[in-house]
C-alpha cells in the first residue's frame, strides 16, 4: 500500500479535527492520559510545562525537571546535574535554538548543547524565585521574580520594573506584553505600563495577587487572581467573570488560549474551564480530571493540552479519534449492553442493570416509560408504527406504545424471561429471540417456535429480518438458521466457523450477508460464504459490524474497533489478499476501554447524522461523521541512549565500542504526543542490515556481535496517521577491533606468513639437499662396497686366473689345485655380495672378530702372486660396524691395488690401537701407482679417501717408483677394550 493511501486511510476512516482540541466536545470526551511519580515524573505537582524546538515536552515539578518523549521521563535534578540550583522548578520557557531556560526557587539555569550551566544574578539576589519565565522577540529573556520584571540579556541583567519604578509590589507572579504595553501582576494586582511609563489603575481590579495575564487575540486581556475570581478587560472596560456568567471559581492560577482561540483556564479547586463560543464548559475531578487544583497550562504543537496539577501529576487531553460517553453525560452504568436509532433519529442505549436511556440534547435521560431503572437492557427496536420494543435479561420484553407497556414473560404466559434479540420483518412481524425458542408477535397475537417446530436448539442469539422476508437466526452454541416461507434451513458456515457464534448481522446494499462471529468476520455473497479469520481483525470475540457513508465496515471487538475499506474485506473473503489494510481504535484513540461489549443486539449503529456509536464495558463509543483531518506534522525522531554491553555510551553523534562488542542497544524516541502509542519506526544498520526494519512495539534496536568498522545507524518514524518523519536521524557506530583485528596485525600475519613460508621453503630445499645428499652418498657407499668387495673378489680370481695362463706347462694335479683356488675366490665373492645385500635390507652387522675378516678380505684380495701379511699392535678396542667396515674396506682396496696395478710381491697391513685412535697402514714394494682418480672406471683411492672421511679420520697415501706404496688411516677410537 503507497504511503499516500495509507495516509488516506488512516484520515478517511477515523473522525475527529486534526489540530486542536474540538471545541464541539465536551472537555471530558478528550483523551485524556495522566502521569504521576510512578511512571517516573519526580513529583506530583507540576509548576511548568513547555516544549523545546526539538520536540521534547519538559515539566517542572517540586522534585526536579524531567523531560519526556510521549513513553519515558528522564529526570534532571541536583544530584546528577549540580548547575541547577534547585530542584523546586517554578517555570521553563524554550528558546528558539532548541535551549531551555529553567527558573528554580533559588535561580536560573540555562540548558544548551546538551548541557545545564547555572546563569549567575550578578548581584541581583543570588537566592532569588523565578515565578514565570517568557522571551520577547528581540530575543531578551523576562522573569518575574520576588525582586520585580527581571530583564536578561546578552549576558547582563537589568531591574526594569520593581517598586520603585512605579510596580505596586516587587513581589510579580505574572506577566504579558500586548504591543508595546506589558502587564504585570504582584501580590498587590495588576499594573499596566507603555515602555517605561505607569499607565492609570484600571478601575474594578482588585489589589490582590494576580496569577495570571493573557492578551486573546480580540484584543480582550483575561486576569486571573489569587482570591478574587476572573476578570476580563476589554475597551477599558473591566468586567468581573462570576456564578452568573457561567464562572464560580475564585482561585484562578493559569491561563492559556488556543489555536482555535478558545480560552482554558486553570482554577485552584474548580478543575479546568474552557471558555468557547460564549460559552464556560467545566473539567473536574467529578468527571475524572486527576486534581481541581490546576497549575500550569500548555498547548504543544501538535494541539494536545498539557495540564500541571497539584498532587495529580501531568495530564494531557488530546483529541481522540473518537468520544466516549460515560456517567458524565447522564448514564446511568458505564456498562452499555445494547442501542438502537428510531425512525424519527432517536438514539436509545441501554445498560448493564440501570435501565434504558435516551439520548437528547448532548446528554442521556433515563427513559420513563419502561418503569424499570434497574433493568438489564439486552436489545432495542423502534417498529415502523412507532411503538419501542424493549428487551432484557431477566423480565422478559417490552412494548410500549404512546399510551401503554405491555411485558411479555413468565408473568404473561411467554415461557422466559430474556430477551436477546428483537427484529421486525417486512410483513410487520415482530420476532423476538429468546433463550427458550422463538416467539413471534403481530399485533395482540403471539406464537412461540421451538424444537418442535424445527428449531435445532431453543437457546437463541440473534436475529436478521433480511429485505426477502426471511429471517436469520443465531444459535447460543453454535450455528445458524433460517426461517423461510414457513420452514427452518440450517445454513452452513464456511471452514473455520462452523462450530461459531454468530453475534451480529450487517445486509449491505447489494444484498450480501455479513456476520461477525467468535472466529471471525463471515460474508454471504453469491451463495458462497467466506470468512476473514479473527485474528487479523478487533480480537478474537467480534461483537458488531456497522457500515457506514464512505463503503467502510466497521467491526467492534474484545480489543478495539476495526475499519477498513469493504472491498478490502471481500478480497480477503475471497482469497484475493491476504487480510484488509485497516486501522484498529483503542484508548490510544479515544475509548476508554478497547473492550466493546457483544452480549446483546445491536451493540453498535449508524445515527442518522452519520455518525456511528459503539457499546462498550466503560461507555458509549461515539465516532464522527464526515472525512476528517489527520496529524499532517512530521514526527521529529532523537537517538537518546546507547549501551555498549550494558553500560551507557557518551551522548553524541559519534560512538566508540571497545572491542568485544557482545550487545550494543540504541534507544530512540519519535517526538509525537497525539497517539504515541501508535508510532511506528524503521531503523537500518549500514552494511549489517538488508533493508529497513520496521519496529512498532518499542523504540530500541538491538544488534549482538557486531564486527569491527564504522557504520550509520538510521531511523525514522511516523505518527498515527502515517506521516512519516522529514528527516532521518543518525548516528556513526564505530566497533573498535582488537590488536588481532587492526589492520597492522593483519600485515604482521602476512609478513609472518611470508616469511614462514619462506622458510618453509628453505627447510624444504635444506630437507631436498640432505635427502639428495643422503642418496648420493647412499649410491657413493654402494659404489664403494660394489668396487671394494664384487670388484675386487673379481679382479683378484682374474689374477688368478691370468697366472694360470701364464704357466702353461705345469701339472693337471697342480693346475686343479690352482682352479680350484679360483673358484673358491669367485664362491667368497658370492658370499660376500649376499652378505651385503643382508645388511642393506636388515641393516645386521657382520658376523666374527675385527681381526679375522681383516685377514680374510685382505687374503682374498691378495690372490695367488702377492704375499700378504696382517699385523696388530697394543690393545684392540671394540670398533664401531661402520668402522670395522670401512678400515677393511681401505686396507681390501689398498692390497687389490697392489696387486693390479703396482706389481708389488709383497704387501704388510697393520693395525696399531693407540690412545684414542686406530691406525691403519698398508705398504707394498711395489713400482707405485699413479694418479687415477680422474680416470673413467676407476675409483679406489676416491673411495678409500671418502671413507675416512666418514669415519672423522685422516687419509694419507705416498708412492713412487722405488718406495713403493704406503697407505695410512688414522680414525678415533670411540669402542671400548
Given at each position: 500500500?503507497?504511503?499516500?493511501?495509507?495516509?488516506?486511510?488512516?484520515?478517511?476512516?477515523?473522525?475527529?479535527p486534526?489540530?486542536?482540541?474540538?471545541p464541539?466536545?465536551?472537555?471530558?470526551?478528550?483523551?485524556?492520559?495522566?502521569?504521576?511519580?510512578?511512571?517516573?515524573?519526580?513529583?506530583?505537582?507540576?509548576?511548568?510545562?513547555?516544549q523545546?524546538?526539538?520536540?521534547y515536552?519538559w515539566?517542572?515539578?517540586?522534585?526536579?525537571l524531567?523531560?519526556?518523549?510521549?513513553?519515558?521521563?528522564?529526570?534532571?535534578?541536583?544530584?546528577?546535574?549540580?548547575?541547577?540550583?534547585?530542584?523546586?522548578?517554578?517555570?521553563?520557557?524554550?528558546?528558539?535554538d532548541?535551549?531551555?531556560?529553567?527558573?528554580?526557587?533559588?535561580?536560573?539555569?540555562?540548558?544548551?548543547?546538551?548541557?545545564?550551566?547555572?546563569?549567575?544574578?550578578?548581584?541581583?539576589?543570588?537566592?532569588?524565585?523565578?515565578?514565570?519565565?517568557?522571551?520577547?522577540?528581540?530575543?531578551?529573556?523576562?522573569?518575574?521574580?520576588g525582586?520585580g520584571?527581571?530583564?536578561?540579556?546578552?549576558?547582563?541583567?537589568?531591574?526594569?520594573?520593581?517598586?520603585?519604578?512605579?510596580?505596586?509590589?516587587?513581589?510579580?507572579?505574572?506577566?504579558?506584553?500586548?504591543?508595546?504595553?506589558?502587564w504585570?501582576?504582584?501580590?498587590?494586582?495588576?499594573?499596566?505600563?507603555?515602555?517605561?511609563?505607569?499607565?492609570?489603575?484600571?478601575?474594578?481590579?482588585?489589589?490582590?495577587?494576580?496569577?495570571?495575564?493573557?492578551?486573546?487575540?480580540?484584543?480582550?486581556?483575561?486576569?486571573?487572581?489569587e482570591?478574587?475570581?476572573?476578570?476580563?478587560?476589554?475597551?477599558?472596560?473591566?468586567?468581573?467573570?462570576?456564578?452568573?456568567?457561567?464562572?464560580?471559581a475564585?482561585?484562578?492560577?493559569?491561563?492559556?488560549?488556543?489555536?482555535?482561540?478558545?480560552?482554558?483556564?486553570?482554577?485552584?479547586?474548580?478543575?479546568?474551564?474552557?471558555?468557547?463560543?460564549?460559552?464556560?464548559?467545566?473539567?473536574?475531578?467529578?468527571?475524572?480530571?486527576?486534581?481541581?487544583?490546576?497549575?500550569?497550562?500548555?498547548?504543544?504543537?501538535?494541539?494536545?493540552?498539557?495540564?500541571?496539577?497539584?498532587?495529580?501529576?501531568?495530564?494531557?487531553?488530546?483529541n481522540?479519534?473518537?468520544?466516549?460517553?460515560?456517567?458524565?453525560?447522564?448514564?446511568?452504568?458505564?456498562?452499555?449492553?445494547?442501542?438502537?436509532?428510531?425512525?424519527?433519529?432517536?438514539?436509545?442505549?441501554?445498560?448493564?442493570?440501570?435501565?434504558?436511556?435516551e439520548?437528547?440534547?448532548e446528554?442521556?435521560?433515563?427513559?420513563?416509560?419502561?418503569g424499570?431503572?434497574?433493568?438489564?437492557?439486552?436489545?432495542?427496536?423502534?417498529?415502523?408504527?412507532?411503538?419501542?420494543?424493549?428487551?432484557?435479561?431477566?423480565?422478559?420484553a417490552?412494548?410500549?406504545t404512546?399510551?401503554?407497556?405491555?411485558?411479555?414473560?413468565?408473568?404473561?404466559?411467554?415461557?422466559?424471561?430474556?430477551?436477546?434479540?428483537?427484529?421486525?420483518?417486512?410483513?410487520?412481524?415482530?420476532?423476538?429471540?429468546?433463550s427458550?425458542?422463538?416467539l413471534?408477535?403481530?399485533?395482540?397475537?403471539?406464537?412461540?417456535?421451538r424444537?418442535?417446530?424445527?428449531?435445532?436448539?431453543?437457546?437463541?442469539?440473534?436475529?436478521?429480518?433480511?429485505?426477502?422476508?426471511?429471517?436469520?437466526?443465531?444459535?447460543r452454541?453454535?450455528?445458524?438458521?433460517?426461517?423461510?416461507?414457513?420452514?427452518?434451513?440450517?445454513?452452513?458456515?464456511?471452514?473455520?466457523?462452523?462450530n461459531?457464534?454468530?453475534?451480529?448481522?450487517?445486509?449491505?446494499?447489494?444484498?450480501?450477508?455479513?456476520?461477525?462471529t467468535?472466529?471471525?468476520?463471515?460474508?454471504?455473497?453469491g451463495?458462497?460464504?467466506?470468512?476473514?479469520?479473527?485474528?487479523?481483525l478487533?480480537?478474537?470475540?467480534?461483537?458488531?459490524?456497522?457500515?457506514?457513508?464512505?463503503?467502510?465496515?466497521w467491526?467492534?471487538?474484545?480489543?478495539?474497533?476495526?475499519?477498513?475499506?469493504?472491498?478490502?474485506?471481500?478480497?480477503?473473503?475471497?482469497?484475493?489478499?491476504?487480510?484488509?489494510?485497516?486501522?484498529?481504535?483503542?484508548?490510544?484513540?479515544?475509548?476508554?476501554s478497547?473492550?466493546?461489549?457483544?452480549?446483546?443486539?445491536?451493540?453498535?449503529?449508524k445515527?442518522a447524522?452519520?455518525?456511528?456509536?459503539?457499546s462498550?464495558?466503560?461507555?458509549?463509543?461515539?465516532?464522527?461523521?464526515?472525512?476528517?483531518?489527520?496529524?499532517?506534522?512530521?514526527?521529529?525522531?532523537?537517538?537518546?541512549?546507547?549501551?555498549?554491553?550494558?553500560?551507557?555510551?557518551?551522548?553524541?553523534?559519534?560512538?566508540?565500542?571497545?572491542?568485544?562488542?557482545?550487545?550494543?542497544?540504541?534507544?530512540?524516541a519519535?517526538?509525537?504526543?497525539?497517539?504515541?502509542?501508535k508510532?511506528?519506526?524503521?531503523?537500518?544498520?549500514?552494511?549489517?542490515?538488508?533493508?529497513?526494519?520496521?519496529?512498532q512495539?518499542?523504540g530500541?534496536?538491538?544488534?549482538?556481535?557486531?564486527?569491527?568498522?564504522?557504520?550509520?545507524?538510521?531511523?525514522?518514524?511516523?505518527?498515527?496517521?502515517?506521516?512519516?518523519?522529514?528527516?532521518?536521524?543518525?548516528?556513526?557506530?564505530?566497533?573498535e577491533?582488537y590488536f588481532?583485528?587492526?589492520?597492522?596485525?593483519?600485515?604482521?600475519?602476512?609478513?609472518?606468513?611470508?616469511?614462514?613460508?619462506?622458510?618453509?621453503?628453505?627447510?624444504?630445499?635444506?630437507?631436498?639437499?640432505?635427502?639428495?645428499?643422503?642418496?648420493?652418498?647412499?649410491?657413493?657407499?654402494?659404489?664403494?662396497?660394489?668396487h671394494?668387495?664384487?670388484?675386487?673378489?673379481?679382479?683378484?680370481?682374474?689374477?688368478?686366473?691370468?697366472?694360470?695362463?701364464?704357466?702353461?706347462?705345469?701339472?693337471?694335479?697342480?693346475?686343479?689345485?690352482?682352479?680350484?683356488?679360483?673358484?673358491?675366490?669367485?664362491?667368497?665373492?658370492?658370499?660376500?655380495?649376499?652378505?651385503?645385500i643382508?645388511?642393506?635390507?636388515t641393516?645386521?652387522?657382520?658376523?666374527?672378530?675385527?681381526e679375522?675378516?681383516?685377514?680374510q678380505?685382505?687374503?682374498?684380495?691378495?690372490?695367488?702372486?702377492l704375499?700378504?701379511?696382517c699385523?696388530?699392535?697394543?690393545t684392540?678396542?671394540?670398533?664401531?660396524?661402520?668402522?670395522?667396515?670401512?678400515?677393511?674396506?681401505?686396507?681390501?682396496?689398498?692390497?687389490?691395488?697392489a696387486?693390479?696395478?703396482?706389481?708389488?710381491?709383497?704387501?704388510?697391513?697393520?693395525?696399531?690401537?693407540?690412545?684414542?685412535?686406530?691406525?691403519?697402514?698398508?705398504?707394498?714394494d711395489?713400482?707405485?701407482?699413479?694418479?687415477?682418480?680422474?680416470?673413467?672406471g676407476?675409483?679406489?683411492?676416491?673411495?678409500?679417501?671418502?671413507?675416512?672421511k666418514?669415519?672423522?679420520?685422516?687419509?694419507?697415501?705416498?708412492?713412487?717408483?722405488?718406495?713403493?706404496?704406503?697407505?695410512?688411516?688414522?680414525?678415533?677410537?670411540?669402542?671400548?677394550?
Amino acid at each position: 500500500m503507497h504511503r499516500w493511501f495509507r495516509v488516506w486511510l488512516a484520515a478517511a476512516v477515523i473522525g475527529g479535527p486534526g489540530w486542536c482540541l474540538d471545541p464541539s466536545r465536551k472537555p471530558w470526551h478528550y483523551g485524556m492520559t495522566q502521569w504521576g511519580d510512578s511512571d517516573g515524573l519526580p513529583r506530583n505537582t507540576v509548576h511548568a510545562i513547555t516544549q523545546t524546538a526539538d520536540g521534547y515536552i519538559w515539566v517542572g515539578t517540586e522534585g526536579g525537571l524531567a523531560r519526556f518523549n510521549g513513553r519515558r521521563f528522564t529526570v534532571f535534578g541536583r544530584k546528577g546535574d549540580p548547575e541547577i540550583p534547585n530542584n523546586g522548578i517554578l517555570s521553563l520557557a524554550a528558546s528558539p535554538d532548541g535551549g531551555l531556560w529553567v527558573g528554580t526557587r533559588s535561580g536560573l539555569a540555562r540548558r544548551r548543547n546538551g548541557r545545564f550551566e547555572r546563569v549567575t544574578s550578578m548581584g541581583l539576589a543570588p537566592d532569588i524565585g523565578i515565578r514565570r519565565l517568557a522571551l520577547a522577540n528581540d530575543g531578551a529573556l523576562w522573569a518575574a521574580t520576588g525582586a520585580g520584571l527581571i530583564r536578561y540579556e546578552n549576558g547582563k541583567w537589568s531591574l526594569p520594573y520593581t517598586f520603585k519604578s512605579g510596580l505596586s509590589s516587587d513581589g510579580v507572579r505574572s506577566f504579558a506584553v500586548r504591543g508595546r504595553e506589558i502587564w504585570i501582576g504582584s501580590i498587590k494586582g495588576l499594573d499596566v505600563f507603555k515602555g517605561m511609563e505607569r499607565l492609570p489603575p484600571l478601575p474594578g481590579l482588585p489589589a490582590d495577587t494576580v496569577r495570571a495575564v493573557l492578551p486573546d487575540r480580540e484584543g480582550r486581556v483575561w486576569v486571573g487572581t489569587e482570591n478574587r475570581g476572573l476578570y476580563l478587560v476589554h475597551d477599558g472596560r473591566v468586567t468581573r467573570l462570576g456564578a452568573a456568567e457561567g464562572f464560580p471559581a475564585i482561585s484562578v492560577r493559569a491561563l492559556l488560549e488556543d489555536r482555535d482561540g478558545n480560552i482554558w483556564i486553570g482554577t485552584v479547586g474548580n478543575g479546568l474551564c474552557r471558555y468557547a463560543s460564549g460559552r464556560y464548559e467545566w473539567y473536574s475531578s467529578r468527571e475524572g480530571l486527576a486534581s481541581d487544583h490546576i497549575r500550569d497550562l500548555f498547548e504543544d504543537r501538535e494541539g494536545n493540552l498539557w495540564i500541571g496539577t497539584e498532587a495529580g501529576g501531568l495530564v494531557r487531553l488530546r483529541n481522540g479519534r473518537v468520544s466516549t460517553l460515560t456517567t458524565s453525560d447522564g448514564l446511568g452504568s458505564n456498562f452499555i449492553r445494547a442501542m438502537a436509532v428510531g425512525n424519527s433519529g432517536r438514539l436509545f442505549v441501554g445498560t448493564e442493570g440501570a435501565g434504558l436511556y435516551e439520548y437528547v440534547s448532548e446528554r442521556f435521560v433515563p427513559s420513563p416509560r419502561l418503569g424499570l431503572p434497574k433493568a438489564f437492557v439486552t436489545s432495542i427496536l423502534e417498529d415502523r408504527e412507532g411503538n419501542l420494543w424493549v428487551g432484557t435479561e431477566g423480565d422478559g420484553a417490552f412494548r410500549l406504545t404512546a399510551t401503554e407497556k405491555r411485558n411479555y414473560s413468565t408473568a404473561t404466559g411467554i415461557p422466559e424471561n430474556s430477551a436477546w434479540a428483537i427484529q421486525q420483518d417486512r410483513l410487520g412481524n415482530v420476532w423476538i429471540a429468546t433463550s427458550n425458542g422463538l416467539l413471534r408477535v403481530k399485533g395482540e397475537q403471539t406464537e412461540h417456535l421451538r424444537t418442535s417446530q424445527g428449531l435445532r436448539e431453543n437457546a437463541l442469539r440473534g436475529l436478521h429480518a433480511a429485505r426477502d422476508g426471511s429471517l436469520w437466526i443465531s444459535l447460543r452454541s453454535w450455528g445458524l438458521q433460517r426461517l423461510k416461507n414457513g420452514k427452518f434451513e440450517h445454513v452452513e458456515l464456511p471452514a473455520g466457523a462452523r462450530n461459531a457464534t454468530v453475534t451480529s448481522f450487517h445486509e449491505d446494499a447489494s444484498g450480501d450477508l455479513w456476520m461477525t462471529t467468535n472466529a471471525g468476520l463471515v460474508v454471504l455473497s453469491g451463495g458462497a460464504a467466506r470468512l476473514v479469520a479473527a485474528e487479523r481483525l478487533a480480537g478474537e470475540y467480534l461483537c458488531q459490524v456497522v457500515e457506514d457513508g464512505g463503503g467502510r465496515l466497521w467491526i467492534s471487538g474484545s480489543r478495539g474497533i476495526f475499519v477498513a475499506p469493504k472491498r478490502e474485506f471481500m478480497d480477503a473473503a475471497f482469497g484475493r489478499a491476504a487480510a484488509p489494510k485497516g486501522v484498529t481504535l483503542t484508548t490510544a484513540d479515544g475509548m476508554k476501554s478497547s473492550e466493546c461489549s457483544g452480549d446483546a443486539q445491536p451493540c453498535g449503529l449508524k445515527a442518522a447524522n452519520g455518525e456511528l456509536w459503539f457499546s462498550t464495558i466503560r461507555g458509549v463509543v461515539r465516532v464522527p461523521a464526515g472525512e476528517p483531518g489527520i496529524n499532517a506534522i512530521p514526527p521529529p525522531v532523537v537517538i537518546e541512549r546507547v549501551e555498549v554491553n550494558g553500560e551507557e555510551a557518551p551522548a553524541g553523534p559519534r560512538v566508540a565500542a571497545p572491542p568485544g562488542n557482545r550487545l550494543l542497544k540504541i534507544e530512540f524516541a519519535a517526538l509525537t504526543f497525539r497517539a504515541p502509542e501508535k508510532v511506528r519506526y524503521r531503523y537500518r544498520m549500514e552494511g549489517v542490515d538488508e533493508g529497513w526494519v520496521d519496529s512498532q512495539e518499542s523504540g530500541e534496536a538491538l544488534y549482538r556481535n557486531l564486527p569491527p568498522g564504522k557504520r550509520r545507524f538510521l531511523v525514522k518514524a511516523a505518527n498515527e496517521d502515517g506521516v512519516w518523519s522529514e528527516k532521518v536521524s543518525e548516528m556513526e557506530i564505530e566497533v573498535e577491533p582488537y590488536f588481532y583485528q587492526q589492520p597492522w596485525f593483519f600485515g604482521l600475519c602476512a609478513a609472518v606468513l611470508a616469511l614462514v613460508g619462506l622458510s618453509a621453503h628453505g627447510l624444504r630445499t635444506r630437507t631436498l639437499r640432505r635427502q639428495f645428499a643422503a642418496v648420493l652418498s647412499e649410491r657413493a657407499r654402494i659404489a664403494r662396497e660394489i668396487h671394494d668387495t664384487l670388484l675386487q673378489g673379481f679382479a683378484g680370481a682374474s689374477l688368478q686366473l691370468n697366472a694360470l695362463l701364464r704357466r702353461p706347462g705345469r701339472p693337471p694335479e697342480a693346475m686343479g689345485r690352482d682352479i680350484e683356488r679360483v673358484l673358491e675366490q669367485i664362491d667368497a665373492c658370492m658370499a660376500e655380495a649376499r652378505r651385503e645385500i643382508a645388511e642393506l635390507r636388515t641393516g645386521d652387522e657382520p658376523g666374527g672378530a675385527f681381526e679375522d675378516r681383516l685377514r680374510q678380505a685382505v687374503g682374498g684380495a691378495a690372490g695367488g702372486e702377492l704375499h700378504a701379511e696382517c699385523v696388530f699392535k697394543g690393545t684392540p678396542v671394540k670398533l664401531g660396524p661402520d668402522v670395522e667396515k670401512n678400515l677393511i674396506r681401505i686396507a681390501q682396496e689398498a692390497v687389490s691395488n697392489a696387486a693390479r696395478h703396482a706389481r708389488a710381491n709383497r704387501i704388510r697391513v697393520s693395525v696399531e690401537y693407540g690412545p684414542g685412535t686406530v691406525r691403519l697402514e698398508a705398504s707394498d714394494d711395489g713400482t707405485g701407482l699413479k694418479p687415477l682418480d680422474g680416470t673413467p672406471g676407476h675409483f679406489g683411492i676416491a673411495g678409500m679417501r671418502e671413507r675416512a672421511k666418514s669415519m672423522g679420520g685422516k687419509f694419507t697415501m705416498t708412492s713412487g717408483p722405488d718406495t713403493g706404496t704406503a697407505v695410512e688411516v688414522v680414525v678415533p677410537a670411540k669402542g671400548r677394550p
